[in-house]
């Protein structure tokens, strides 16, 4: 007898679900690919025949939904906190005797786990179903990214607890698709990622979950917010996995701080055999009750410490030494190494920084050194193994022109560096043009280096000012470039006209300025205009924007080149100003507060957040670009100095008065 399709629907979502749980989670497959593919075939034909008995949590949603506009800001009720780090054994005696101090115990159970090198996110459930999963962001907002977490296979879309659930993890992306993911970037031209870590970054900041699903990213869970839970960690970890979580296998219940230490060093060298990059273990108190004695400081929870492992360090071969030319116009030599395996990934390049770091390290090419990957994106040679020298090795001279447009370079004062002067060095040109397209400025997808390369070659771009000028007719006579890349090319240019005005100024390339220095200015000015008349006095005194800083922006507006090319932006109708919306939400934003003192009304971690959540900033010490020290009583010695410097000293009374006026305007 023929089933009813919504009965046969419901009965092949849990079925699929069932087979992938056990795929992707429990590594034991139970029914092979061919008869997998067969169900879900059936079931994706009879979800098309009968849309409206589609479920929610049916695998087929797994390849992503529809195009985002853009994410959501969702802020966490618990902030999700950092950890600290510890390097040795010591470290961790000393972390032990110090929770048996403050904890007032004799003796600590701790939970070890392996610190997955991936993305936080937090995962919201509501009657057994996922409803919401955020980015950690400045850790007290993130963003809204459901759809793309929904195309994660180990996620589960239902789970067997019905209650409200917070639920935290890592998502990551394993080895193996990583080198498939670049390769394949490779191919079509694409910017490499560097590392797993900032692939799965990159792919959960896509606003098309499509895409997302197809870069395969995975995820562990490591901490769940369970009201009347169990009363121990390991406990907790358990119920996630009994609930149909992934739950890394590799935990372990630590008796003492020595059962710890010996479970770090076992992973030492285990770590890589596995399919995904570890940077270190996490070791966690396992008595909920005594995590929450210990509490937390602002930055991290007093019960968990990350305890890292030392940086692997392998030998190769200096092939050969290049130049690069920066965007800026440096030159950077670039060591070329016999390609080597280091830290999960193989590496053929490592960064020399600059010639003073050559004849620091004494290096040659034909030498045998040590390369390190110290957490870092670009690997670097430690030192030189000189003993192994055969005599044929050879001098990395000093350049005296530009190898790309034959300037003669000239040396900054003060700094190591030596420069391109030719503003219109054909490599500069390039390299400003790839970071206005890179992720964290413009982001426009399908621009790639490649892309940029081939379009300046053509004579299609001499400036980034010309690429909302770019037309259909020029780009589909290129090679390899049809009408559906193109259409997809001059969309993406298009919806790039209206990114963040943080972005925006990033992507200007302005010497010194990176991402969070061009959050801070997008904080302050309201438009590019507003950026562009500051005087030197104005930016100086904003906090974290230093002389240099303020003196690179000076330069930057001055130059005639530079300002041709934000007109030009202007006119193509590139957004230069901040959004409405963004001016109102951060009313504290360029105000910088210190704290002394116990106040009445909040914790520090509370006062702290609020600030922080209203734009403002809060420094430890106070300095002169301190706006307010808020005072409370039995104060500390930075009233003192507060009173020396002339910073306005406020109650926490005066303090709330300050945020409802401003709030009112
Ligand atoms: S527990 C910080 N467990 O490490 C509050 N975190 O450096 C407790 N991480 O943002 C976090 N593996 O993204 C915890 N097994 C693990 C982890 C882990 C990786 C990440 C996490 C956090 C970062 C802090």
Known sequence: MVKDPKERIKELVDLLNYYNYMYYVENNPVISDYEYDKLYKELAELEEKYPEYKLPNSPTQKVGGQVLEGFRTIEHKIPMLSMDNTYSSEELIEFDKKIKRMGDVNEVDYVVELKYDGVAVSLHYEKGEFVLGVTRGDGFKGDDITENLKTIKTLPLKITYREPIEVRGEVY?????????????????????????????????????????????????????????????????????EIGFPVNPYRKLCKDIHKVIEYCNEWESKRFNLPYNIDGMVIKVNSILLQRTLGTTTKSPRWAVAYKFPAEQVTTVVKDVIIQVGRTGTLT??????????????????????????????????????????????????KVIPEVRTGKEKNIPIPEFCPVCKSKVVKDKEEVAIRCPNIRCPAQVKERIIHFVGRDAMNIEGLGEKWVNILVDKGLLSDYGDIYYLKYDDLIKIERMGDKSVKNLLDSIERSKSTPFANLIYALGIRHIGVHASEILANEFNSIDELKNAGFEKLSSISEIGPIMAESIIDFFNNEENLKVIEKLKKAGVRM??????????????????????????????????????????????????????????????????????????SEEEFEKLVKSRMNK
Not at 346 to 358: C, G, K, M, P, Y
């Open 173 to 241: 992306m394993r080895k193996d698709d990583f080198e498939k993911l670049n390769k394949e970037r490779e191919k079509n031209g694409d910017v490499l990622f560097a590392n797993p870590r900032n692939a799965t970054a990159g792919s959960l900041k896509l606003l098309d979950p499509k895409i997302v699903a197809q870069r395969n990213l995975q995820i562990f869970v490591y901490q769940g917010f369970i009201k009347n839970g169990p009363e121990t960690h390991w406990e907790v970890l358990n119920f996630l996995k």
């Open 333 to 382: 030599p670039v060591a070329i190494l016999e390609p080597v395996h280091v830290s999960g990934t193989t590496v053929s390049r490592a960064t020399l920084h600059n010639f003073d770091e050559i004849k620091r390290l004494g290096i040659k090419i034909g030498d045998r050194v040590f390369i390190e990957k110290s957490g870092e994106i670009i690997p670097k040679v430690v």
């Open 577 to 650: 100003e901040k959004e409405k919306t963004e001016e109102k939400k951060d009313i504290l934003s360029g105000l910088s507060f210190v704290i002394t003192g116990t106040l009445k009304n909040y914790s520090r971690n509370e006062i702290e957040n609020y600030i922080k959540k209203l734009g403002g900033k809060v420094s430890d010490s106070v300095s002169k670009k301190t706006d307010y020290l808020i005072c409370g009583d039995q104060p500390g010695s930075k009233l003192q100095k507060a009173q020396t410097l002339g910073v306005k000293i406020i």
